[in-house]
């Protein structure tokens, strides 16, 4: 049996991780002097709140080494392999530990540590099809490789609300010559080569940015794998999520499309009222 496990940052719902059988470790959440594991102690909202309240900028911090160690010995005296998946190694430590735990165990003929070089549901598109080639009965190494070579092939995007997480954050080096007084302005930030950058510039009402963002996507949309495509938010009214939703629908090319919420990593970085459309490459 080949174990699927992936870092919190994955952004797969409950309902998708209990389908597909995935493991999810969480990464930390740092309000202040309190810590908090992601999806299992504060959930976005709290976050916002505590933003709000505080005036100050949540810190996300990677999975610890015992953490990690706990879950790849689950594996140990078994007959069972496993693929863990992690946050790019540009944005997280989260890899380097799986990495050190594989090698302290001496698992390497047993276990794949993957850097995604992405993060939400661009990681998630992987870790579904690394889930459904181990149902097919697929080889540990025929998973690895079909995944490394999906990885450049991965388009994930979105458009932020406000600039100011991204911003004090540090994430997004791009941003920080946006901000500044730019209150109307709206990045498309895309992620290339395990990092972000700022795209496109919207301007207006964030309802109207995320029609234009993925109208804009129609042509990539229409050569992109059929097989799935994701709206992942932050925290979006549910008007402009189904209008999204809709127009996708009405494309009439996607066989499956999902929505998800960021976990708690994802949106202390990107801020409420993110939205992106993630899908892999033909």
């Known amino acids: 049996m080949i174990k699927i496990v ?38 976005p909202d709290e976050i916002y709140e505590w933003v709000d309240k505080n005036e100050d900028t949540p810190k996300t911090s990677a999975v610890g080494f015992e953490e990690a160690l706990d879950v790849v010995k689950q594996i140990v005296g078994t007959d069972d392999e496993m693929i863990v998946f992690t946050i790019s190694g540009k944005m997280s430590t989260t890899e380097n530990v799986f990495r050190m735990v594989v090698e302290e165990l001496e698992l390497e003929d047993t276990v794949s540590v993957i850097d995604s070089e992405n993060l939400s549901t661009g990681i998630g598109l992987l870790v579904l099809k690394a889930a ?19 990885k450049e092939k991965v388009n994930a995007s979105f458009v932020v609300d406000t600039l100011t997480y991204l911003h004090r954050g540090g994430r997004c080096s791009s941003v920080a010559a946006l901000a500044g007084g730019v209150l109307k302005l709206h990045p498309k930030i895309v992620v290339a080569d395990g990092a972000m950058s700022a795209d496109k510039k919207y301007r207006g009402k ?55 919420r960021a976990g708690g990593v994802i949106s202390s970085h990107c801020g409420p009222g993110t939205l992106g459309v993630l899908y892999i490459e033909k």
């Open 6 to 43: 992936s870092d919190s940052t994955c952004d797969l719902s409950k309902e998708l991780v209990e389908k597909y059988g995935v493991q999810v470790v969480p990464l930390h959440i740092l309000l202040g002097e309190k810590e908090y594991l992601d999806g299992v102690e504060i959930i």
């Open 132 to 150: 459904d080639m181990a149902k097919e009965g697929k080889s540990r190494t025929e998973i690895v490789q079909t995944i490394e070579d999906l």
């Open 206 to 260: 964030m309802d109207k940015v995320i029609l234009d963002y993925v109208k804009d996507m129609e042509t990539a949309l229409k050569e992109a794998n059929a097989e799935r495509v994701f709206i992942t938010h932050s925290g979006c009214n549910k008007e402009i999520v189904n209008k999204v939703y809709s127009y996708l629908n009405d494309m009439n090319y996607f066989e499956e499309i999902i929505i998800t």
